[in-house]
């Protein structure tokens, strides 16, 4: 996948993914249109299919609500990488079909570089920068979760 890079820092909370008065909205598509507002009130309305999320450490702290990796979702983002994600919000991400991938480069990547993100392998490449950084590339068996769109998704193609 190959997008723009929306950047965030440190300890990234659930509430400011979504913020807790969206939180009626359950499908993704409602929820998008509220991704980030109250930390990047331009996000949701700038947001392309397949840009890229990269953060710091503890990205989607906070409650262990579903909301905040359905709003991702909703907003076609090709992935999120981060220095570190909190374990609870990446389960809930990868359940709902969110790439994500754990890479300790985040600080080389800036606001609105081009990259190109190979899942299998976990290779990050900056068009940009032209540079290459090599993230945790997810284990065959979550990547085809995701792949499938989620865990109901893989598991209804398991049952079929």
Known sequence: MKGKVWKFGEDID??????????????PEELAKHAFEGIRPDFAENV??????VAGSNFGCGSSREH????????KIGCVIAKSFAR???RNAINIGVPLLECSE???IEEEDEIEVELSTGVIENKTKN???QATPLPDFVREIVDAGGLIEYTKKLVN
């Open 14 to 27: 659930t509430d400011a993914i979504i913020p807790g008065r969206y939180l009626i909205f359950n499908t």
């Open 48 to 53: 392309k299919e397949n840009d890229i999320i």
């Open 68 to 75: 905040a990796p359905l709003a991702l979702k909703g907003t």
């Open 88 to 90: 609870i919000f990446f």
């Open 106 to 108: 985040t600080d080389k």
């Open 131 to 133: 540079e290459k950084y």
